[in-house]
């Protein structure tokens, strides 16, 4: 092997990654070192170093790890496809911050003329920008709910966000009161929650997994709704007893 050879730990410190990560790549068939000394330790290369720099470079842009690992893999490959892929994503992007920023400054404007605004419109914009954000949820996903969010006049979305309320509330008291999921009360309840949501939320496995991971990381992400992380499984229990 000509040049030098980099082993894990200064390699992690030299592009400012940790040994884990180095290590994750390593495993999922990403990154690995090129070659192995007399002694049996695996080493890196320069032009493992360039790879890595390159990995870097496109995870910087918003790509995957399995699409840079589909990059750098195919060298035949056209760069413009993934570069239009992300433009697209970057741009759904864009728009659900532009929607979140007019909200925004819809509410900063009533405020300074003196007009009420309702917390739940302030807690509304505050989780939008939370989930705009949360690497949990794909862009085109986002997009997707602002469309059908936008879709519905005000009335109506003052109607599903009252409604959720109180049906957490009822929620609440069951569970207070130790009613188990398959209550046929609370059967009653989750019948009404999926009317309610399915108003909103499309009957999406990916997305249901998506918004899974995100209160599995963030189980008091509702508490603006009024749901904490164990009315959350309460609640997700009944609905599956539906």
């Known amino acids: 092997m000509s040049g030098r050879g980099w082993k894990i730990g200064e390699l992690a410190r030299r592009v400012g990654l ?8 390593d495993r999922i068939g990403l990154f690995s070192p090129s070659h192995t000394t007399e002694s049996g330790h695996r080493v890196y290369s320069d032009e493992d170093v360039r790879t890595l720099l390159q990995i870097i470079s496109l ?8 699409e840079i690992r589909a990059m750098i893999s195919d060298r035949g490959a056209d760069p413009r496809e993934m570069l239009e892929l992300q433009l697209n994503r970057l741009d759904a992007e864009i ?9 925004v400054r819809r509410i900063y404007e009533h405020l300074q003329r003196g007009r009420p605004v309702s917390t739940e419109e302030i807690m509304a914009v505050a989780h939008a ?33 009252e409604t ?12 207070s009161a130790g009613k188990p999921p398959d209550d046929p009360e609370v059967i009653a309840l ?10 909103l939320l499309p009957a999406d496995e990916p997305l249901t997994q998506a918004a899974e991971r995100y209160y599995r990381e963030n189980p008091d992400a ?16 009944a609905v599956s007893h539906d």
């Open 95 to 103: 728009a659900a911050l532009t929607e979140v920023r007019d909200r």
């Open 164 to 175: 959720g309320r109180r049906l957490v509330s009822e929620f609440r008291r069951c569970l």
């Open 222 to 237: 509702g508490l603006i709704f009024g749901m904490d992380g164990e009315l959350y499984r309460y609640i997700k229990q």
């Open 190 to 199: 989750a019948r009404r929650w999926k009317e309610a949501t399915g108003a």
């Open 18 to 25: 940790t040994v884990r990560t180095l290590h994750h790549y």
């Open 59 to 66: 995870k910087q842009l918003g790509f995957s790890l399995g």
């Open 129 to 161: 920008l939370t989930l705009t954000r949360s690497p949990h949820f794909r862009r085109e996903q986002v997009e997707d709910l602002r469309r059908r969010y936008l879709a519905l006049d005000p009335a109506e979305q003052q109607r599903l966000f």
